[in-house]
């Protein structure tokens, strides 16, 4: 269907941008939230502060483009089901759930 580059593009996407979330938190924020953590809270600096409540949010936006890459692999999974009812139809045929995939030439 039309609708795939689209949803394809957006969960690739997402995909990379989850990866380089992780990355960022394992080699950069991981690293530094245990140096600054080791600093009693009264001597820290401002930008070792941002350090240490960006890496806390840093995996709930993780989170919550995960479950976006699942709603966009859904989204694939409900196109390609619209795509064989297409097909289905323009052979003159009706599409049962859970009926055989039909492979296209």
Excluded: N
Aim: hydrophobic share 50%; glycine share 4%; proline share 6%.
């Amino acid at each position: 269907p039309a609708s795939w580059p689209g949803i394809v593009t957006m969960k690739l996407t997402l995909v990379a941008l989850l990866l380089f979330l992780t990355l960022l938190h394992d080699l950069v924020f991981g690293p530094q939230v245990s140096r600054v953590s080791a600093i009693a809270e009264s001597q820290r600096t401002t930008g070792e502060r941002v350090i240490f409540k960006s890496a806390r949010w840093l995996p709930r936006l993780s989170l919550l483009i995960a479950l976006a890459v699942v709603v966009a692999a859904a989204l694939l999974a409900r196109s390609q089901r619209d795509l064989q009812r297409a097909i289905y139809r323009a052979r003159g045929s009706s599409y049962e759930a859970g009926q055989a995939p039909l492979v296209v030439p």
